[in-house]
């Protein structure tokens, strides 16, 4: 069993929607909680950052920790056609940045 | 230029050459990272140099090779490799080596090794 799942889509949804991104994991000890969003061509950029359990929202961007199902969620509200990217999870249990392991993400399209 | 550079963007190599990936990052950052990304599989870390120093590699074959001279540059020097090597490499920077510091990406070298 991978340590992080994530389904690789494509996700296909049109403009306006609410999008959910999710990722499964089977460490516990995972503590430090990230996305990232990656265009065609470029490099990841990270949109959310969250410690333990919660929610996060920034924007149109909300992202949730649910620790006692291993679980951990993006929510995108107002999609637009920009959003459209693969979008990658990645989580840690250790502060230290050479221990986060990384989903293999979700491609999402957003239809105008 | 700003943020994280990488050249070249792209690469073409025979299995018996020798080139070198040359990243860039001009964010004054102390931790400097390796990753190769391949289809449809997770980001995995190569190297990571924390203040010059190598501070982690994640068991890479020495056909792969990194040189850091000073904080801002990072190499990735290649040989004799394999074409299952053929992926985007990218290069990160961040102001510490841990988590709650975000590291900055460069937008990768493609390398097809044939």
């Known amino acids: 069993q991978k340590e992080v799942e994530q389904d690789p889509g494509p996700l296909s949804v049109p403009e306006g929607a609410i999008v959910s991104l999710n990722c499964t994991y089977s460490?516990?000890?995972?503590?430090?909680f990230m996305w990232y969003r990656q265009y065609s061509r470029k490099g990841p950029e990270l949109l959310m950052y969250?410690?333990?359990?919660g929610n996060k929202e920034d924007g149109r961007f909300t992202a949730q920790v649910d620790k006692s199902s291993k679980y951990i969620s993006l929510f995108i509200r107002d999609s637009q056609p920009s959003d459209s990217a693969t979008y990658l999870c990645?989580?840690?249990?250790?502060?230290?940045?050479?221990?986060?392991?990384f989903g293999s993400g979700t491609r999402l399209s957003i239809r105008p | 230029e700003t943020g994280v550079t990488q050249t070249p963007r792209h690469l073409v190599m025979g299995m018996t050459n020798k080139k070198s990936l040359k990243c860039e990052q001009h964010?004054?950052?102390?931790?400097m990272y390796w990753y190769k990304q391949s289809a449809k599989k997770p980001l995995e870390l190569m190297f990571v140099y924390n203040f010059k120093e190598q501070t982690e590699n994640n068991s890479v074959p020495s056909r792969f090779s990194p040189e850091c001279p000073n904080s801002s540059h990072l190499f990735l020097h290649l040989h004799t490799l394999q074409p299952e090597d053929s992926a985007l490499y990218l290069c990160?920077?961040?102001?510490?080596?841990?988590?709650?510091?975000?590291?900055?990406f460069g937008p990768g070298t493609r390398l097809t090794v044939l």
């Open positions: 990160a920077s961040s102001q510490d080596g841990t988590v709650g510091n975000e590291q900055f």
């Open positions: 969250t410690y333990s359990s």
């Open positions: 964010l004054g950052h102390n931790a």
């Open positions: 990645a989580m840690s249990r250790y502060s230290s940045a050479s221990k986060i392991i």
């Open positions: 460490n516990s000890a995972f503590q430090y």
